[in-house]
């Protein structure tokens, strides 16, 4: 079974048992709260053997392979002999890993293709050109188009790469794909990135007019780091040669003409003595960010091409995800389905990667399209909703901590879809098993459970580990007194032995049909609380940083164990997997610790009896 970010029939974490000895569990612990530095001051200092050993661990590899690029500046101003020799040693490491890690069969996770990305930029800022060159190769080879952007970020490195390199013809595929098509570009923190390098390419290859185009996309874009918003401001002037040319571009429009007078500004005003003396320069800041961001979003999230494109198609819709977590694009289903109810004549078509297109198999409300396809253009549908910059995350984080509209609600909202039209079509995502595969699922199921106890099917992980709980074995230890257990999870693992605890890692299609014939689910915050939600299965969904009442607010089927509001008054403070836990200071959730397996495990029992 997948997690919430790649398709289930792809391998997408490496979760290996804990590491033997003292030091490699203080090594994955630097590493998994992302002390970076720290974690490679202790490998550095250990034999081969070890290193080896460690670099296994997926958390390890990201901090030894992020600390060694951020160190690859220092070590080059020091000896540039020293440099190579450097890069040399961590290049037969990284080539070493690959191996061990296929001739295991482990997967490769998102983990080995970000280090993979910050070494590989690394590498060409020291202008070490062909291995540079062979990274990249390295991460496509091993799949890097399952993340999307974390393989955007490389392929941009790539066109950068071959620009540099006289190769113009090749950057040029890779850059102006991504100038043309800004829906492919999934990950806004890597966004500011992605454009630079695109940007530096293009400029190289004499794409001038590709090159302007990311370059006001980048002063449109909003930020809450001011660097960033200072780096495409100063390159406009330097393009345009000073601010007043870049006011007066009239072949530009005028929305992003003043967002960039409001950048412009708002820097002017805040260095003004008066203005820092009264200290207005911070309301200024994030006056100046409220504005950029209504003029970026507050208009509706439907785009209407105009003026009309030539030969436009009257009755087709385009709807654009260029990436999952599985639960949202079940959340998508509701909307979807709304959607298609107001425009019966109307052919929508959902344009995603081809690994997510099983999750869709069966649904009538939409023709599947490849993202990536080079023949999809926008400009041929009257309408176009892009998904991608995320408009569920955008709301979230503007309303935190007091979150009070669910994603079923704003996924629709952003496909023009009013609550009333929802509400007429129902709020349940759909998802639908197909005949053959109910036919495997109850026979697997029967094998597993000769005994014909209740079925209690339990997701091990979510895709974010901060969403986790961390007593998922213990619960699974209590739970399986009284019930058959299945174990979800996407790759195997390790643990979880004992009787009535059987393990079930299978593609996307076969693992939903068998969480389908179980009584009863169990996850966290995660794509199995919208999968029983689709399939009418009562759920009990672990929550803690994320509000599970707003969350599952329209799935009467799930009940949400949440930490004691006595007990944890921050709860839910809806961070992320970047923002450490404001108590600890650290990855894991503390709130989920305290969620006693015992308590969940009472409710469990609870809905079984009930739903008996």
Known sequence: ??????????????????????????????????????????????????????????????????????????????????????????????????????????????????????????????????????????????????????????????????ATLGRTDEAAQIAVRYALRPYLLPDRRLRPQIYRRLMAALILMGRVAEYRALLWRGLSDVYFDETERAWFVQQARVTYRGTLRTLLRSDMPAALRLQFALHVGCDALGRLRPVRWLRLDRALRWGNFALAYYLQYGRPARRVLAPPVPGAVADRILVTRAMGGLGDLLMMTPGLRALRACRPATSIHLALPRGFFALFAGNPDVELIDIESPELDPGSYRQWFDLTDCPAARVESRQQPNVRRDRVQIFAAAMGVDSAALARRGFAPHYAVAADEAEFASAHVAALNPQRRSVVGIQLHSAESYRDYPHVEALAAELARDHCVLLFDSQPFAGFDGPDRHK??????????????????????????????????????????????????????????????????????????????????????????????????ARVRQLTRSHA
Request: aromatic fraction near 8%.
């Open 1 to 162: 079974m997948p997690d919430d970010t790649t398709p289930f029939d792809t391998a997408t974490a490496l979760r290996v048992p804990a590491l033997a000895g003292p030091d490699l569990r203080t090594l994955r612990h630097l590493a998994f709260e992302r002390h970076d530095a720290a974690a490679f001051d202790q490998w550095r200092v250990r034999d081969a053997h070890f290193q080896g050993e460690a670099l296994l661990d997926r958390y390890v590899f990201l901090s030894i392979a992020s600390s060694a690029a951020d160190r690859l500046d220092t070590v080059a101003a020091a000896n540039r002999t020293r440099l190579i020799v450097y890069v040399e040693r961590l290049q037969r490491q990284f080539l070493a890993l690959h191996s061990t890690l296929q001739a295991r069969g482990q997967p490769f996770t998102i983990e080995w293709f970000q280090g993979l990305e910050r070494w590989a930029d690394a590498l060409l800022r020291q202008h070490l050109f062909d291995r540079a060159e062979q990274t990249l190769q390295l991460a496509y080879r091993s799949g890097a188009h399952r993340f999307a952007g974390v393989h955007q970020a490389l392929r941009a490195t790539e066109a950068l790469l071959l």
């Open 504 to 601: 079930v890692v299978l593609p996307l299609r076969h693992s939903f049909a068998v969480a389908a014939r179980c009584d009863l689910l169990v996850a966290p915050d995660s794509s199995f609380v919208h999968l029983g939600a689709a399939l009418g299965k009562p759920v009990v969904a672990i929550f803690g940083p994320i509000d599970g009442a707003v969350r599952t607010r329209r799935f009467p089927t799930v009940t949400v164990v949440a930490p004691a509001p006595a007990d944890f008054p921050c709860a839910p403070c809806w961070r992320s997997e970047y923002t450490p836990c404001r108590l600890t200071g650290q990855r894991e959730s503390a709130c989920l610790r305290a969620i006693a397996p015992a308590g969940v495990a």
